[in-house]
C-alpha cells in the first residue's frame, strides 16, 4: 500500500508564503514524477509544478517566479515552496505521484489535499 501525505497548508495573508510537504510511503522501488495540483471553488483541478525523478521542473505559468517545487529522492518527498501569495492562490492542493513502482506494480497516486487560503 502506497499513501502520500500532505502537510504545509493553511491561512496566510496575500504577499506571505507557505512551504508544502509530501511524503510518500510504502514498500515504494521508485517514483517517475511527483507533483502539485490544485483546485478551486467551481473550477477545474489544474497542475501547478512537477518534477521528475532526474529534477526536470514544470510550472503553470500562473505561478513561474513565485513558486518552487523540489525533491529529495531518498525520502519519496516533494515540496512546494509558494511565495508572493495571492488570493487567485485559494485552492485545494493535492500532491501526485506519477509511474509509482511498488509492490503493487505500476500506479498513480494522489494525497488527500491541503487547504491553502491567500486572504486578509
Known amino acids: 500500500q502506497v499513501q502520500l501525505v500532505e502537510s504545509g497548508g493553511g491561512l496566510v495573508q496575500p504577499g506571505g508564503s507557505l512551504r508544502l510537504s509530501c511524503a510518500a510511503s510504502g514498500s515504494i522501488f521508485s517514483i517517475n514524477a511527483m507533483g502539485w495540483y490544485r483546485q478551486a471553488p467551481g473550477k477545474q483541478r489544474e497542475l501547478v509544478a512537477a518534477?521528475?525523478?532526474?529534477?526536470?521542473?514544470n510550472y503553470a505559468d500562473s505561478v513561474k517566479g513565485r513558486f518552487t517545487i523540489s525533491r529529495d529522492n531518498a525520502k519519496n518527498t516533494v515540496y512546494l515552496q509558494m511565495n508572493s501569495l495571492k488570493p487567485e492562490d485559494t485552492a485545494v492542493y493535492y500532491c501526485?505521484?506519477?509511474?509509482?513502482?511498488?509492490?503493487?506494480?505500476?500506479?498513480?497516486?494522489w494525497g488527500q489535499g491541503t487547504q491553502v487560503t491567500v486572504s486578509s
Open positions: 501526485n505521484a506519477d509511474r509509482v513502482l511498488s509492490g503493487l506494480g505500476w500506479r498513480d497516486y
Open positions: 518534477v521528475t525523478s532526474g529534477g526536470r521542473t
